[in-house]
């Protein structure tokens, strides 16, 4: 496709879907004490308003980058926006945590149909100049990244002005006007492949939910363990039945020979470490900040404010450093830093003053924001541009995935109560940093620029 449109209007655009996908993942943390006190809710249960969305966009996602590249990726843009829309709708209205969580997860869908969708936009736009297209992935991601910083700011702003129904209604501007803006974007080519697997999708649907289910449920007295064992073991089985299945599909939702390229499968997992250790650090420090240090909405809110500030710098910087040295340089920087920003958390007590905070929330949002971009763009790289959405798609499903699985262990490692949280803390940031730590060697050895 040509360049035909306004770089900046096209940017703007498709930023908007990852903005309230992003903004989704991490606002409604904030509101968590909140969302608990409202429906009489434990940690479980707010576990699932999280890992609900999270879940139901790494499972629809791989579907969704197939029919990106098959029926057009400004249709399912706007399908996606459309659905995310009416669901935040039905969020903001929940009258019980089991609607809610119905209608997280109806939002996951929404997310997971516009994400491909819009980073193959992008690659269609602008596949005739590298150097274009990786501004614009980083401008994107950088849109993505912010919001998914500024979401507990805007958080707590929105609970002290209101109450935690406005964190969902929120959504229902941007929405309409993605939907808007949308209309004057050109069609993108499809694919010449054919074809949609329902099985292979009920297959990672079953096994991505059981595990999750079974991560989460683990420390509820009332789940007999039995239960859990054998989610794990059925999520096993359903995930071996799911790759062996795409080995034979005639038109699968993930191509296993994606996975042929050693630069892929390097950048794949990048996205899982960071996006696990991130959302799950996340998840325990907003519990941190309100049930232990005592903070209101607000002031936990703006306690992350940091983070919004550190995204915008390091993506920004991660542009030109990938336009300058290619994504090794960038990648290899963002994997030390965020090593130094997780192993600082190691310092939150359980009346740690917020300047002993501070450094980690400047950290982490720093080696994240510098990594992302590189890493995204050197996915893209990997693929023809006719395959951008389902290349996109398996990138983004892995690490929702990752981040669901993140919120799923952090977060069970902060039940009982204040002193549970502060170890939580201890425990996630040192494996986080460890995590960071090998797979820097593992970069610095394995990936090509």
């Known amino acids: 496709m040509e360049n035909k449109g306004n770089f900046a209007f096209i940017v703007f655009t498709t930023s908007l879907g990852f903005v309230v996908s992003q903004l989704d993942v991490s606002i409604v943390n904030i509101a968590l004490p909140e969302i608990g006190r409202s429906f009489s809710a434990g940690i479980s249960a707010l576990q699932w308003v ?33 659905i995310f829309t009416l669901a935040s709708a039905g969020c903001g209205l929940a009258w019980s945590p089991l609607i809610l969580i119905g209608c997280r997860v109806v939002q996951g869908m929404g997310s997971a149909i516009m994400i491909p969708s819009s ?19 980083a401008l994107w991601t950088a849109a993505g990244g912010v919001s998914i910083a500024a979401g507990p700011v805007l958080g707590g702003l929105l609970l002290h002005l209101g109450n935690w129904r406005w964190i969902f209604f929120v959504n229902l501007p941007i929405g ?9 974007l050109n069609e993108s080519g499809t694919s010449e492949h054919r074809g949609f697997d329902i099985p292979g999708q009920a297959l990672w649907m079953l096994a991505l939910t059981a595990l999750i289910a079974g991560i989460i449920e683990w420390h509820e007295a009332a789940v007999a363990k039995s239960y859990i064992y054998g989610g794990l073991v059925f999520s096993l089985v359903m995930l071996t039945l799911f790759l062996i299945r795409e080995k034979r599909a005639a038109s699968p939702i993930l191509p296993l020979n994606l996975f042929e390229k050693r630069n892929f499968n390097l950048l794949i997992g990048l996205g899982m470490i960071l996006n696990g250790s991130y959302y799950g650090m996340v998840f325990v420090l907003s519990l941190y900040l309100q049930n232990v240090l005592g903070y209101s909405g607000l002031l936990a809110g703006l306690a992350f404010l940091p983070l919004t500030g550190s995204f915008i710098v390091s993506n920004l910087v991660s542009s030109r450093l990938i336009r300058k040295f290619g994504i090794r340089i960038p990648i290899v920087y963002g994997l030390l830093i965020s090593t130094v920003g997780f192993a600082l958390l190691v310092l939150a007590k359980e009346n740690s003053p ?33 395959r951008s959405g389902i290349a996109s798609a398996v990138l983004n499903t892995t690490r929702q995935a990752a981040g669901a699985i993140g919120v799923a262990i952090f977060g069970a490692m902060a039940v009982g109560g204040k002193e549970a949280i502060v170890r939580a803390i201890l425990e996630s940031s040192l494996i986080s940093a460890g995590c960071m730590l090998v797979y820097f060697a593992v970069i610095l050895k394995g990936l090509k620029n």
């Open 176 to 184: 309409l006007l993605g939907l808007l803006c949308s209309i004057k």
């Open 354 to 386: 917020y300047w002993v905070l501070l450094p980690a929330f400047f950290g982490l949002p720093l080696g994240m924001g510098t990594a992302v971009p590189a890493m995204t763009t050197g996915v893209l790289a990997t693929v023809e541009r006719n």
């Open 50 to 82: 999280v890992d609900g969305y999270t879940v139901a966009f790494a499972v629809f996602m791989l579907s969704a980058g197939g029919l990106s590249d098959l029926l057009g990726a400004k249709r399912l843009f706007q399908l996606g926006l459309l």
């Open 119 to 137: 980073l193959s936009i992008l690659n269609h736009y602008f596949a005739g100049d590298p150097d274009q297209r990786a501004h614009a992935v």
